[in-house]
T-cell receptor, first 113, second 113 residues
Framework: GEDVEQSLFLSVREGDSSVINCTYTDSSSTYLYWYKQEPGAGLQLLTYIFSNMDMKQDQRLTVLLNKKDKHLSLRIADTQTGDSAIYFCAESGSNFGNEKLTFGTGTRLTIIP | EAGVTQFPSHSVIEKGQTVTLRCDPISGHDNLYWYRRVMGKEIKFLLHFVKESKQDESGMPNNRFLAERTGGTYSTLKVQPAELEDSGVYFC???????????FGPGTRLTVT
């Protein structure tokens, strides 16, 4: 079955860039997503990328996809204290109608002042 | 537009009791999903409704779980009888037909004692 893996923790100094990595096993993945969960809140859709793209940029967020290595990354430029959260990588399959998401364990991002 | 809402936000019940969780999707979203995260593990898919029909219920753990979406609007997830291992956070998400964006609610934290 599908599997998505992420490292559990990442600490970054305020103002630096954060890079959160994710690997997945399903070669038929169509869309790959990044969700953010702040303490006590639900999952907020940050961005997503279609599998035929290599990169997507949205303000401070840059998503890179290496389909050959099944590796996805999220770069947050100029990391701020408000970026402290758990970041989940997720993928969905290619079968029409099969849009269930498979999530990684989440990476807890801690900002060091 | 209002986001996905879930009720209650937190429920504490004893083993053997029954609990019903409710999800109100974003208005006009035909697709509704239930997921859950137990004890810090991955967020796992439970099932997917398209309007009032169950499109995919492959993630439902056992027959103690019953999901309904009468009328194709809000959905309920009933756990009867609840077991200790059912403790976790239950998320609902909705998606507009034709879009690949799933929007999540804040979740219901279920604690079975």
């Amino acid at each position: 079955g599908e599997d998505v893996e992420q490292s559990l923790f990442l600490s970054v100094r305020e103002g630096d860039s954060s890079v959160i990595n994710c690997t997945y096993t399903d070669s038929s993945s169509t869309y790959l997503y990044w969700y953010k969960q702040e303490p006590g809140a639900g999952l907020q859709l940050l961005t997503y990328i279609f599998s035929n793209m290599d990169m997507k940029q949205d303000q401070r967020l840059t998503v890179l996809l290496n389909k050959k290595d099944k590796h996805l990354s999220l770069r947050i430029a100029d990391t701020q204290t408000g970026d402290s959260a758990i970041y989940f990588c997720a993928e969905s399959g290619s079968n029409f109608g099969n849009e269930k998401l498979t999530f990684g364990t989440g990476t807890r991002l801690t900002i060091i002042p | 537009e209002a986001g996905v809402t879930q009720f209650p936000s937190h429920s504490v019940i004893e083993k053997g009791q029954t609990v019903t969780l409710r999800c109100d999707p974003i208005s006009g979203h035909d697709n509704l999903y239930w997921y859950r995260r137990v004890m810090g593990k991955e967020i796992k898919f439970l099932l997917h409704f398209v309007k009032e029909s169950k499109q995919d219920e492959s993630g439902m753990p056992n027959n103690r779980f019953l999901a309904e979406r009468t009328g194709g609007t809000y959905s309920t997830l009933k756990v009867q009888p609840a077991e200790l291992e059912d403790s976790g956070v239950y998320f609902c998400a909705s998606r507009r037909q034709g879009s690949y964006e799933q929007y999540f609610g804040p979740g219901t934290r279920l604690t079975v004692t």
